[in-house]
């Protein structure tokens, strides 16, 4: 449900309707607009009863929303959520293209201060990296926990980079929120619903990643999950769909991304190193990426792939992402796109949450 | 890695074998069977050298496994794992077929023992019921939790039916650690590894529904994980897979228990109710299942399935799961199996843990 | 749309509506029914005017069938399709379990006799070979074409097995059509409808296979297509299809026996050994799909499966198909089936096509 | 198995090998590169004896091809495989991108000509229309055969634009043989190899499109068929495939185009209209397959597409055509390809075939 406020609507007139829905069980999600604010209403009693919102002082409209997905919805909030960070004009969403690279994994300080040295270089915004690894195998190495935390932390003090690494579960969330700038759910995780909640508690955004087999209802559910504890900057990531084809490690399904945008205001970004598993297929798929529309890349970078401990054969040497930035900048240019660097101070405030 | 004790090796020996194996900084499973101890290595520095073992005491052939799943695998124990419980003969794995049976969630006490009556009284030797429900929406009922737990508490004590219920995280596995005699982990989480390991320390024995899109491999593997913690009591459960078709919910695939029987010594039961998602098709796949090998079967009922709170659409009337019990034991004849009663003493001695 | 007689219409009656409708331009298909016919209505040019029928005598009601299958429909003839042949009273469809067996490929005289010989000892009714294989590569063995036909024929002769094989194209169907007893249309030949139009002109059964992809309504189509023509006498065959899981060559789809015998009136088989692709697998799978409520079975068999031009992987030996159909026949009478000898008289007339 | 010749050797050389692969009882399949020809030999007896080829005049070595196609891949011609047409520079494969636009069916003159006039100006080089359409329903229009393909016989005197259409058996093929410049094979006839063969044996290129569940190397294997009858012009087709996924109609697999094109000399195009189903999201998904690498696109427009006898919802107005060329046009320039105009003369003279 969601009520639609009157474009002069003081915030009184809001603050009000809130509190009559909160004393009606439900929860109220004010989602301030451009001409105009939104109310989101959740709950697990069903729908609130009709008539008892629709009189209130600045409200215009009642709404009943059909989908399941509410907060996600376009409906509610019509404007693009354009993620913003201190310090910096790169953004998620809007006219800037955000560019997230990096290892797989933190292996050591000499490796993840040789890959970020290369990806910042090279133009990349955000430094990814993970320090807890979702991994078949309990043989396989599982990362390097809140040491490699502390690699990241340093790499954004020296490189001027946000940090974007996975939480797996509430304790290395805990842990993930103090250190990072973006927390990240794994496709793995996509239906673990007690992590999205406490996600959802959280002070720092969450990219969220498309599980294996999510149908595009079920993402959208999964990123509900998050906004109905109170975390609204939740970024998609598209990182390939399991299917019968072989001739890569998953299907990349590109047609979800003007599939989000039609449906979400919530921006949507591709991971073409999970979505194609191999380094030869990396680059044109980020070509592909930017021109199809999506509001940016997250690209596994190493340098030595061949010496990687996770995914070596999807990473990329530091001159092969050097060129991908290139090419991904003209593409850029034609669906009106471009790459901000990370120093940039950003010319609007940061929105407060 | 396995070691493989002589027939006659001595209780000293093997505690031998484990104690340097340890003392290498692996982690030692001893696995006793009819004739002779094999003693799994896990650990995550590769590879125990060549020679190491081969000539202690007690030590017959070490073997070097492979396959990325070893303690799943039938080449570290021959003999079929079955899982028995204090006071009944009925088991998971061995001749008796496990009957699992009940409502989707715990909804209140009244629905539940009236449920828990009807699967009883058909023969029904477990009792299946959620108290922690992973729905895909946030809005939807989500379960009762602990209430849920203590009524489930209250019908094994009333019918004699041991417990099953799903764990969805740390927290509400500890509370189901303590009340109920079987901890479930769900098919969303088949890839938690957190809660994998979790449940590999607990001391109850652990159902794993295979995932949306698990290969046999990620299955062994999310097994391994628990086992790898040291609880070797682990059920397999197929409860179909996603696929293109569109006449069922999920396209069950019972081409894995025989893939399951030659590789492992677990034992796999089948999910008709998720693995087709409607109520006409669950007896004729519950026949399907016993006749192509299955260790048993795990079953939604409900009293009134028109008002359930989860998967009503799924679910059988009482007296549907009646005559697929009658239906179910001839099939059971024709293949060597028996359904035993609850309330049946058990002849063997209890295996401790 | 669709016509349903009075119980007590007259033929001249159901003629005087078939008339009418091919004089308004469409195909009129009477189905003759236990107390009443249908008359199915065909055609390109969309719906019969509602009221043009509605009053002719002997008519008790015209529907319009929403579904887009027709003749296929349960609507249209609410009895099961049973498929019978002279001089035998196996069958396909009714009480009667329909067993296929044979190599995929008919070789030579002396291993399509071996096979022969041993299948119809075990207790085969249809003799199944390939004389036109669809191979994935050009330079695979393609079968012998008339010459293998030939052998088959001769097999009746001798063993009076009724013959199954398959048409790949008009030419090969004409050839097929003279030969053989049943007609088999492949899995990658499901939507070649020239193909099937061609099929339906034939004046023998067809045996249709779920392509590799086929949703159930794609498969009710192509079955569509045949009857449309005038062919009447259809068996559905599932045969697995294709999926991201690894452990078998397709993924037996099981469920689809009772959604196709839900909706229609056609038999359906099940083929485990394309199904599943392993030797292995086999004879579980066809327990399975007897005890699912399958009509029938066509399973893959050679006397030296290791030399076999083709599916040698899949196919059983002989011993092992004996074994099979011990336990297929114990199966059989809990759901009220059985296996008829193919000698056995036919105690019913024919049916007249 | 693959007989490269030396850079000097003269045509007589290659012909005496020719001849010697004949008598062998073999196929030889000469294939002119820019330095030096080599010989593709197929042929169902297995291989040719080692040594036997080896020490002829001009041969420099015999390759063993260990993949199951052979004429399809690299190692048989490492250059890539331009198509041309007369009276032309637009190609398939070379640097021009190919831009194939029309109706999904003839539906009159009308209705033809007023979207070949809109796609002509757009830019489209090459118009495409069906006259035999491959229905899934046989009461939906099947397409004006003969008539349709005299149609766009007109179309392409009137506009210049050359014709592709799709054959559906041997006798739409003879015609469409006849009519139209490029013969397309469609999805759900990828693995009729009956009609393969047909086509292999055509004078006029073919377009093969993968089919709803082809492996990579059961596409390049359904091309080989084509080739291995002396049809080298095969341009390759991705249109999407099924998966669980119901966002669109199909799910478009970009990473096949360099899978593709890192394997095989062929070109490969993309088809947007089918690959989702759905029109807004033809225009990104076709800046995407530019982006990509594709050589060319298939875009289905239609002029009144609410009123289209089929794939209405697929099909782009005109205007949004044009938008679409222009914004593909930038794209082409990014990744070094442009659109040559259909007037264009062709600088190098055509090939003969």
């Known amino acids: 449900m ?17 509190q009559k829905i909160e004393s009606l069980g439900y929860r109220p999600h004010p989602m301030p607009g451009a001409t105009r604010t939104a109310i989101g209403i959740t709950g697990n009693q069903g729908e609130v009863e009709q008539g008892t919102l629709d009189d209130m002082p600045g409200v215009q409209e009642v709404i009943r929303v059909s989908k399941p997905y509410k907060l996600v919805s376009r409906d509610v909030k019509e404007e693009n959520t354009v993620i ?16 997230v690279a990096g290892p797989c994994a933190i292996e050591s300080r000499e490796q993840a201060f040789a890959v970020a040295e290369a990806v910042a270089r090279a133009g990349a915004q955000f430094f990814r990296g993970g320090a807890y690894k979702p991994r078949t195998s309990p043989y396989s190495f599982q990362g390097m926990g809140e040491a490699g935390l502390k690699i990241m932390a340093e790499i954004r003090d020296r490189f001027g980079m946000k940090i974007i690494t996975e939480a797996i579960d509430n304790e290395s969330l805990d842990l993930v929120e103090k250190y990072a700038d973006v927390i990240q759910i794994g496709a793995r995780n996509m239906q673990n619903f007690s992590l999205l909640k406490r996600a959802g508690r959280a002070k720092k955004p969450v990219m969220l990643k498309r599980g294996m087999s999510a149908t595009l209802e079920e993402f959208f559910m999964a990123a509900e999950y998050i906004m109905s504890e109170g975390n609204y900057n939740v970024v998609l990531c598209e990182r390939g769909v399991r299917t019968f084809a072989d001739h890569t490690r998953n299907t990349l ?17 591709v991971d073409p ?5 191999k380094r030869n297929k990396v680059t044109p798929l980020s070509r592909a990426s930017v021109a199809v529309g999506a509001d940016g890349l ?56």
Chains 1, 2, 3, 4 share one sequence.
């Open 2 to 18: 969601l009520v639609v406020m009157q474009a002069h609507a003081t915030e009184e007139q809001v603050r009000g309707v809130c």
């Open 298 to 353: 997250i690209v596994e970078v190493h340098n030595e792939p061949d010496k990687a401990l996770s995914d070596g054969m999807q990473s990329l040497y530091p001159e092969q992402f050097e060129e991908l930035m290139t090419q991904v900048r003209q593409i850029a240019a034609v669906v009106g796109r471009e790459i901000l660097a990370i120093g940039t101070e950003a010319v609007e405030p940061v929105r407060a949450r």
């Open 84 to 99: 913003r960070f201190s310090g910096t004009a790169a953004t998620f969403g809007g006219r800037n293209l955000a560019i």
């Open 253 to 269: 399904d590109l047609s979800i991304v003007p599939a989000v945008q039609r449906l979400s205001h919530l921006p949507i970004v």
């Open 273 to 277: 190193s999970h979505g194609t598993g």
